[in-house]
């Protein structure tokens, strides 16, 4: 009789799992399930809504900043070395028409002001 009631026992602490669950893990779940029903309280979840609106404020700063400094066009620009090559020579040979612009006004100025003393300067 005695290995009945072992048997009964062993039946039912199988169909409660005991003997598979800790006390660990039993009290992991409850502690979760208290962690879980203190997240639910208005003060937390007041908290979280305050920091989600400073988030959103945060994030839509950022993008005004980001859209200010036309981050976005100079990745562009980047993106395509052709284009950022094709650029480069073109303000380059502006650049060098503009110095050569300014060199021979400069003469011109020069040649104007000192014109007859740089003629006698250089022929005596």
Do not use: W
């Amino acid at each position: 009789m005695s290995q009945v009631n072992e048997l009964k026992l062993a039946l039912e602490n199988l169909s409660s799992k005991q003997h598979v669950i800790s006390k660990e893990a039993t009290y992991a779940k409850e502690s979760l399930q208290s962690d879980y029903t203190q997240k639910n309280s208005p003060e937390i979840i007041e908290k979280q809504s305050a920091m989600m609106d400073e988030f959103n404020t945060s994030i839509t700063l950022l993008m005004d900043v980001f859209s200010q400094s036309r981050f976005d066009s100079i990745m562009g620009l980047i993106t395509d070395p052709l284009r950022l090559l094709l650029l480069n020579f073109f303000m380059s040979c502006f650049k060098g028409i503009g110095f050569a612009f300014g060199i021979a006004l400069v003469g011109l100025l020069l040649s104007s002001v000192f014109g007859q003393d740089l003629l006698t300067l250089f022929f005596n």
